[in-house]
């Protein structure tokens, strides 16, 4: 039996270089046996496209509050029902201060805070900004509501620098979530 068979995971993806790891990781939770959709903030789509997400998910990539025929339905409301578990992956410092203050205005946002499935957070930035000490700040309010941080991971990025701030590697993810 799949690891991850029964699961419905919301894979939440925001800005950042490490945006090329979501289509791998949407591919290995599916191999798992977890159904997945995913959804993108404006920034993520300067580094994937919703197509290479769709194509690998399955299922429509969603990207906006304000999409008229997902919105008759309520449909940030459906996602957020519909998920037993949210993903986000890379998660910015940007998109970590937003959750740590109940930001609801873009669709990833909104959704988290909609949602009582479990909220798995991979950050993925600079080693200076992860040792910031508001993103540190943003991190511990994060833990002391219940999610789960993983990572980040130590080595080279992509600014050409080396310390903590890489994004876990998919299959990484995949076994922490399946644990």
């Known amino acids: 039996m799949a690891a991850l068979a029964g699961q419905r995971i919301l894979v939440g993806v925001t800005g950042g270089i490490a945006a090329y790891k979501a289509a791998d990781l949407v591919r290995r939770l599916r191999e798992a046996g977890a159904e ?39 449909g ?18 940007n998109s970590l201060a937003r959750l740590a ?8 946002c909104t959704l988290c805070l909609a949602s009582e499935a479990p909220l798995a957070l991979v950050p993925a930035m600079n080693r200076v900004m992860w040792a910031h000490p508001a993103t540190q700040a943003n991190v511990t309010v994060l833990r002391s509501r219940g999610a789960a941080i993983l990572g980040p991971a130590e080595g080279d990025q992509a600014c050409g620098e080396t310390g903590l701030g890489r994004m876990l ?8 979530l399946s644990a």
């Open 76 to 93: 940030h409301i459906e996602l957020a029902r519909w998920a037993t578990r949210i993903v986000i992956a890379p998660a910015s410092a």
């Open 36 to 74: 997945v959709r995913v959804v993108m903030t404006e920034g993520a789509q300067h580094f994937i496209t919703m197509t290479t997400l769709q194509a690998l998910s399955g299922n429509p990539v969603r990207d906006s509050l304000w999409d008229d025929s997902a919105e008759a339905a309520m």
């Open 101 to 108: 203050h109940g930001m609801a205005d873009d669709l990833l």
């Open 169 to 176: 590697e998919p299959t990484q993810i995949v076994q922490a």
